[in-house]
């Protein structure tokens, strides 16, 4: 009768770590593991409860398909994974790749090792211009070329723009034309949201247990995120 898996919440950024603490990989359930109970070295990354595939409050419709979706300014430094310790990170982005069957939620492709294509979990926000907050409503599972369209300023910043615009295309059926002006519509409304300090509300995540470190200051965070303009451009 084999042996019932001791399974770990390990970050991806910890997983050497974990490896040389005698952690082992599973393939079919993508998932690191305890060979046996009682390694001390691997108590760091015990499992947690899982969490359950309907956060509260997720709209697990909000923002279907593929546009671009960029971050204002002013939002830079209150995403999910910068609030969150790297292990509830894990639970969450396992949480939201095993619930859309292991492929992306808006073109379907598996992850692929060779290709370079991973599954990577994107934040979806409503903003509320009358009360300046932002709220987050949905986390959908994505590959990194759908991922890399929805941060297309950041894919302008590493030159593969053309790369992104050219899926953009490809899963949208778009023209070029209209796919070019989605673009422009995009900065637009980034530039206008980008002149407001929001507030951020993760309450979705904190009725299943998950930690959320309070964010710093919206305007330190507007500050910062000029700061980071004038250094090195902006990093959707």
Not at 212 to 236: F, I, K, N, T
Request: aromatic share 8%.
């Amino acid at each position: 009768m084999p042996t019932e898996r001791i399974w770990l919440d390990v970050p991806y950024a910890e997983k050497d770590l974990a490896k040389a603490e005698g952690a082992r990989w599973d393939p079919g359930a993508r998932r690191w593991y305890a060979p046996r109970p009682g390694n001390a070295g691997l108590e760091r990354w015990s499992a947690r409860l899982d969490v359950s595939d309907l956060l509260p409050g997720e709209d697990r419709s909000l923002g279907s398909g593929l546009f671009v979706d960029l971050v204002p300014t002013t939002c830079w430094f209150t995403n999910v994974r910068s609030c969150v310790s790297q292990q509830d990170w894990e639970r969450l982005r396992r949480t939201v790749v095993n619930r859309a069957g292991r492929v992306c939620e808006i073109c379907g492709a598996s992850a692929d090792r060779e290709a370079q294509r991973w599954l990577e979990v994107h934040e979806r926000w409503v903003f509320d211009e009358r009360s300046r907050t932002q709220t987050l409503r949905r986390l959908i599972c994505v590959c990194t070329p759908c991922h890399t369209v929805t941060h297309f300023g950041l894919a302008q910043v590493k030159g593969i723009a053309g790369q992104a615009m050219a899926h953009l295309i490809e899963v949208t059926g778009a023209s070029a034309g209209a796919a070019q002006r989605h673009v422009q519509e995009a900065f637009a409304l980034w530039e206008r949201r980008s002149q407001v300090v929001w507030e951020l509300d993760l309450s979705m995540l904190t009725g299943v247990g998950i930690t959320v470190q309070p964010p710093p200051d919206a305007l330190r965070r507007a500050e910062e995120a000029r700061a980071q303009l004038q250094r090195q451009g902006p990093p959707w």
